[in-house]
């Protein structure tokens, strides 16, 4: 059972377009946090989000925790090349909990 | 700083064969972590240390063992090799206060890419 759904698992969008990419579960999460992942790397850290309704925004990146903490979303608006690679989410479920990930969303914007 | 380092970068192993996957980091972090990603699959917590000294299982340790003698390095052993462990193994630090591990950015090494025949 995967704890942590991310939707959709793949998605093909063209430079300039908007898209959202969603991570899900039945659980509450104490925080919840973004990973970008390119080919060949590790992933790197883009937010993470603590309480729930929050709203984070990186340039063109807009983030946002549910209000109940159980869901999150990521929204990219005017797409770029570089912004293709797998997004991942990362769960905490407080101090005793180690990061749960979820299987990621892999984004591929062409130009 | 070189952020946090693994070698090697690909390997091939025989079933039966051992190895051990190494990984340093120089940001003085505390907490230092082993994953393994599937395709398709994200990333699974094998084991993870809070400190020198100190280690943990997580989510999938068998078919392997850690060890953290020192601040800087943690890694990861496998005994005895086996098809399953055909995987990509990141290495990751943080430093964390121990409040809430999903407050602490976590720092990734570029990874192992192991096949196992």
């Known amino acids: 059972t995967q704890l942590l759904e991310q939707s959709p698992q793949f998605l093909s969008i063209q430079e300039g377009e908007n898209l959202t990419v969603y991570c899900n579960s039945s659980?509450?999460?104490?925080?919840l946090q973004w990973y970008r992942q390119e080919p060949g790397e590790g992933p790197v850290l883009l937010v993470t989000?603590?309480?729930?309704?929050e709203v984070k925004k990186l340039k063109r990146l807009t983030f946002q925790f549910g209000d109940a903490r159980k869901d999150s979303s990521l929204h990219i608006t005017a797409a770029q090349t570089g912004d293709t690679g797998l997004y991942l989410c990362?769960?905490?479920?407080?101090?005793?909990?180690?990061?749960?990930f979820g299987k990621g969303t892999k984004l591929s914007v062409k130009p | 700083n070189a952020g946090v380092t693994q070698t090697p970068k690909f390997r091939i192993l025989k079933i039966g064969q051992s190895m051990t996957l190494q990984c340093t980091q120089d940001?003085?972090?505390?907490?230092m972590y082993w994953y393994r990603q599937d395709p398709g699959m994200g990333l699974k917590l094998i084991y993870y240390?809070?400190?020198?000294?100190?280690?943990d299982k997580g989510e999938v340790p068998n078919g392997y063992n850690v060890s953290r003698s020192t601040t800087e390095d943690f890694p990861l052993r496998l005994e005895l090799a086996a098809p399953s462990q055909t995987s990509v193994y990141f290495c990751?630090?943080?430093?964390?206060?121990?409040?809430?591990?999903?407050?602490?950015?976590?720092?990734f090494g570029p990874g192992t890419r192991l096949t196992v025949l």
């Open positions: 990751a630090s943080s430093y964390s206060y121990g409040q809430d591990s999903g407050l602490d950015e976590q720092f």
């Open positions: 659980s509450v999460f104490s925080s």
């Open positions: 989000v603590v309480t729930g309704g």
């Open positions: 990362a769960g905490a479920r407080g101090s005793q909990g180690n990061l749960i």
């Open positions: 940001m003085n972090h505390n907490y």
């Open positions: 240390s809070v400190g020198a000294g100190i280690t």
